[in-house]
Nanobody, 128 residues
Framework: EVQLVESGGGLVQAGGSLRLSCATS????????IGWFRQAPGKEREGLSC????????YYAGSVKGRFAISNDNAKNTVFLQMNSLEPDDTANYYC?????????????????????WGQGTQVTVSS
């Protein structure tokens, strides 16, 4: 069974940092991409960043480029999202998801329709 479990969310002051983790299990894919998304109340889900399992290539949304960094620990089947210089507008529920395909085959690497399996999310709240 494919599973993705997010952790690391919480309450942080503006300007602070958090590191989110996405622990994965049950994968039988030859290659895949892990993406991080977020959804704030009343807003659409937004793709933030993604990383290839095989070559480590990454994509970032403009809204987080330079502030967030994605990385993976393949030995631990875990993907991280380091979030720095957090702002109140970063408040949202953060999700990880898997697209069971090579990065170069994804038409929209940060498009949620590319991703087939999702975690339950972890809440991030940034206070001003």
């Amino acid at each position: 069974e494919v599973q993705l479990v997010e952790s690391g969310g919480g309450l942080v002051q503006a300007g602070g940092s958090l590191r989110l983790s996405c622990a994965t299990s049950g994968f039988t894919f030859d290659d895949y991409v892990i993406g991080w998304f977020r959804q704030a109340p009343g807003k659409e889900r937004e793709g933030l960043s993604c990383i290839s399992r095989t070559d480590g290539s990454t994509y970032y949304a403009g809204s987080v480029k330079g502030r967030f960094a994605i990385s993976n620990d393949n030995a631990k089947n875990t993907v991280f999202l380091q979030m720095n210089s957090l702002e109140p507008d970063d408040t949202a529920n953060y999700y990880c998801a898997v697209a069971p395909a090579p990065m170069h085959t994804l038409r929209k690497p940060l498009g949620e329709s590319e991703y087939d399996y999702w975690g339950q999310g972890t809440q991030v709240t940034v206070s001003s």
